[in-house]
C-alpha cells in the first residue's frame, strides 16, 4: 500500500529557499558597494538603469506638461476667435475720424482652473461692480474651458484684478470701436458690437463689403492694414444741422424731426440728422423705436413738397406750360370727397400760381390730364414706387394703394395716399433740379463723373430749369420765404401734411416737411427738413404750417452752412438766372417777382 507525501513537505522547502534568496540579495548588495575592481561593471549598469529610469520619469512628465499647454494654447486661440476683430476706420469727407478702433483689455476666466467659485465671484464683483453676480456664478460654474468676466476694461480696474491673484482668470488684449463725435451722425454710421459685428448703418454695410468673409477666413487684420472707409459726410455741417434741428424741434415742440443736406449733382449725403438720435457708444439707446432714422425708415406723406413732382410731370408730358391757366374757382369733387386749398383763391391760376400758391385744386387737375397709369410710370420713374437702396442696410418699401385710381392720383399729387421715405423724396427732386438726371443718393464720397456715369435722365432740361424757376419763385413771393436768407439765391417748397390718427386724418396733428435748393439758378445742394407733430407759437400766429416751422429751421441751417459748403453770400443775384426759359419766351422767368405767400 502506497502512502502519500506530506503536504507540509513543499512548505519546509519554500522556507529553506526564502532565507537563501534574501542572502543572495544581500551578497549582492554587498557586492555591489565593494571596492574591488571587478565589480565595477556591474554598478556601472545598475546605474545606468537608473538613470534610465529617473529620466522616462522626466520626459514622461514633460510630456504630460506639454499635452497640459498645448490645451492651454489650444484656450488662448479659442478665446482669439471671440476677441471683437479690428474694424477700419471710418472718416468724413475732409478725413475727419468719425469712428476708429482702441486697444483695450477684457477679464477671462476658465472655470476648470478656479477652485473655490463663490470667492472669485466675490472678489471679482467687487472689483468689477457692474458685473452681474448671478450671472458670473452662473458662467463660473459651466464647466466651460473660457468665459467673459467682462470685456472693454479700465487700466485701473485691470490692475485691481490682477491683484486678486485668482488663478484661471487672466487677460485678453481686443479692439474697441469708438465714436469720437458721439451723436454726431448715429444713424448713418450706426454701431459694432462687442465683437466688432457691424450691427447697422455703415457698420453693417462695411461687414457685407467683404470684412466679415476675411475676419472668418482667419486673416490677421489690423487697423493700420485696413483702407479707411470715407464717407459724403462733412462732419462741421452735420454737427450744424443735428444743433439747428434740435433747437427747432425744442421751440416748436415737436415730437421728432430729421434734416439733410443733399448733393444733388454727385448724390452725396453731406449732412444728415434725425432726432431723438442715439450715441453709438452706447448702443442700447439704439434698440428704442422712437430713435429710427426718419429719413430711410420712416416712410411719411411728404404733403406739398409733393407737388413738385406732379407739376414735372405735367410739364414733362406736354400737357401745360408757364403759361398754362388752371381752373381753381370752386372745389374739386369726387364721389363723396372734396379736395379745397388751403389758401383758396377760387379763381383760375396759372401754373406759376398753382406752385406758389400751393394749390391742391390746381396740382389734381394736373395729374388727371397726365391720367393714372401715366401717373404711376412718372412716379416709378422718379423712384418713388420701390424701395429705396443706400449703403444703410435700413430702409423702408413705400406705402403705395392696392387699388389705384383716379381719386389717388388726385390725392398722391399734392401729397396724400403715397407714404415715401423722405431720403428717396429728395432724390426725386435732386433730379428734378440737377438738370434731369436721377443720381442716387449715397453715403460714400464720389465724384460727379462717377454719379452720372450710368445715371439715367428722367426729364428735360427745360423742365428742369422750369421746377429751378418755380421753387425760386417761391422764396421770393410765396411760402419759401422765411428760408430766403440774403445773399443766397434759394428756391424752395412747402409741405404741409395732416398725419393720420386711428385711419383718420387728424385736425390738429401735422407732418411738416420744407425743402430748399441753393443756388437756384445752378443748384449744388438740396435742403430738407421735417418735423413731426410741431406746434403753433404766438410768434407764427398760430400756425404751425411748414414755412413758419421746417422752413425757418431750413433757413438757419442754410444761414450757418453755406460758407462750410463752399458756397458764400453774393452781393449782387443773377440777372440772367434762366436762359433756357429766355430763349422759349418767357422773360419773366429772369424778372424779381413781388406779391402773395401760400401754404
Not at 565595477?40 to 549598469?45: A, P
Not at 477666413?217 to 454737427?239: M, N, Q
Not at 399729387?413 to 403715397?418: E, H, P, S, V, Y
Request: a positive charge; proline letters at 6%; glycine letters at 10%.
Amino acid at each position: 500500500m502506497s502512502i502519500a507525501p506530506s503536504s507540509s513537505q513543499p512548505d519546509r522547502q519554500d522556507a529553506a529557499a526564502k532565507p537563501t534568496r534574501v542572502r543572495r540579495l544581500w551578497r549582492f548588495c554587498v557586492g555591489l558597494f565593494a571596492t574591488k575592481l571587478d565589480k565595477s561593471t556591474r554598478r556601472i549598469k545598475l546605474v545606468a538603469v537608473i538613470f534610465v529610469l529617473v529620466y522616462g520619469v522626466i520626459c514622461g512628465r514633460l510630456v504630460m506638461l506639454g499635452l497640459h499647454s498645448g490645451t492651454q494654447q489650444a484656450l488662448k486661440h479659442g478665446a482669439s476667435e471671440v476677441v471683437a476683430a479690428a474694424r477700419p476706420d471710418i472718416l468724413d469727407r475732409n478725413g475727419e475720424v468719425l469712428a476708429t478702433d482702441i486697444k483695450v483689455m477684457s477679464v477671462f476666466a476658465e472655470p476648470r482652473r478656479i477652485i473655490d467659485k463663490d470667492e472669485a465671484v466675490e472678489l471679482l464683483t467687487a472689483v468689477l461692480p457692474d458685473v452681474d453676480a448671478k450671472e458670473l456664478r452662473e458662467r463660473l460654474s459651466s464647466g466651460k474651458g473660457f468665459v467673459w468676466v467682462k470685456r472693454a476694461i479700465t487700466p485701473k480696474q485691470q490692475q485691481e484684478v490682477y491683484h486678486l491673484g485668482l488663478p484661471g482668470v487672466g487677460f485678453l488684449p481686443e479692439n474697441k470701436r469708438v465714436y469720437p463725435n458721439g451723436s454726431i451722425a448715429a444713424h448713418v454710421l450706426g454701431f459694432a458690437n462687442l465683437d466688432g459685428v457691424g450691427i447697422s448703418g455703415l457698420e453693417k454695410y462695411i461687414d457685407g463689403q467683404g470684412l466679415a468673409d476675411l475676419h472668418g477666413a482667419g486673416f490677421s487684420l489690423t487697423p493700420e492694414t485696413l483702407k479707411p472707409i470715407v464717407t459724403s459726410l462733412d462732419l462741421e455741417a452735420t454737427y450744424v444741422v443735428r444743433e439747428e434741428l434740435e433747437k427747432g424741434i425744442a421751440k416748436f415742440k415737436a415730437k421728432a424731426g430729421a434734416a439733410a443736406i443733399l448733393d444733388v449733382n454727385t448724390g452725396e449725403v453731406v449732412a444728415m440728422a434725425s432726432l431723438p438720435d442715439f450715441d453709438p457708444n452706447n448702443p442700447a439707446d439704439a434698440l428704442d423705436p422712437n430713435h429710427i432714422n426718419r429719413l430711410s425708415v420712416g416712410v411719411y406723406e411728404m404733403g406739398s413738397t409733393f407737388k413738385a413732382i406732379t407739376i414735372a410731370m405735367a410739364l414733362e408730358s406736354g400737357k401745360v406750360n408757364l403759361n398754362s391757366r388752371i381752373d381753381a374757382r370752386s372745389w374739386l369733387r369726387y364721389g363723396r370727397f372734396t379736395i379745397h386749398d388751403f389758401h383758396a383763391q377760387h379763381r383760375v391760376l396759372t401754373l406759376p400760381e398753382v406752385f406758389t400758391y400751393s394749390s391742391n385744386i390746381g396740382t389734381a387737375r394736373m395729374a388727371l390730364m397726365v391720367g393714372v397709369e401715366g401717373h404711376k410710370a412718372f412716379l416709378r420713374k422718379m423712384g418713388q414706387l420701390t424701395r429705396l437702396r443706400t449703403e444703410l442696410p435700413e430702409s423702408a418699401e413705400p406705402l403705395v394703394p392696392k387699388n389705384w385710381g383716379e381719386l389717388n392720383t388726385m390725392t398722391i399729387a399734392f401729397g396724400q395716399g403715397l407714404n415715401v421715405a423722405p431720403l428717396q423724396a429728395i432724390m426725386a427732386v435732386g433730379a428734378l433740379v440737377n438738370g434731369g438726371i436721377m443720381v442716387p443718393p449715397t453715403f460714400l464720397k464720389r465724384s460727379e463723373e462717377d454719379a452720372k456715369k450710368d445715371a439715367p435722365r428722367v426729364v428735360r432740361p427745360e423742365t428742369s430749369e422750369t421746377m429751378r424757376y418755380l421753387m425760386r419763385l417761391n422764396a421770393e413771393i410765396g411760402s419759401a420765404k422765411l428760408a430766403n436768407i440774403p445773399g443766397y439765391f434759394i428756391g424752395g417748397k412747402t409741405g404741409t401734411a395732416d398725419k393720420i390718427v386711428h385711419g383718420h386724418y387728424s385736425q390738429d396733428r401735422v407732418f411738416t416737411t420744407f425743402m430748399a435748393i441753393l443756388p437756384a439758378d445752378k443748384p449744388k445742394y438740396l435742403f430738407l427738413t421735417l418735423m413731426d407733430e410741431p406746434q403753433g407759437l404766438p410768434e407764427t400766429g398760430g400756425y404751425r404750417t411748414a414755412a413758419w416751422n421746417s422752413g425757418s429751421v431750413t433757413g438757419k441751417i442754410i444761414e450757418r452752412t453755406g460758407p462750410m459748403l463752399g458756397i458764400a453770400p453774393r452781393i449782387d443775384l443773377p440777372t440772367q438766372p434762366f436762359p433756357l426759359l429766355a430763349k422759349l419766351g418767357y422773360g419773366m422767368a429772369n424778372i424779381p417777382q413781388t406779391g402773395h405767400g401760400g401754404h
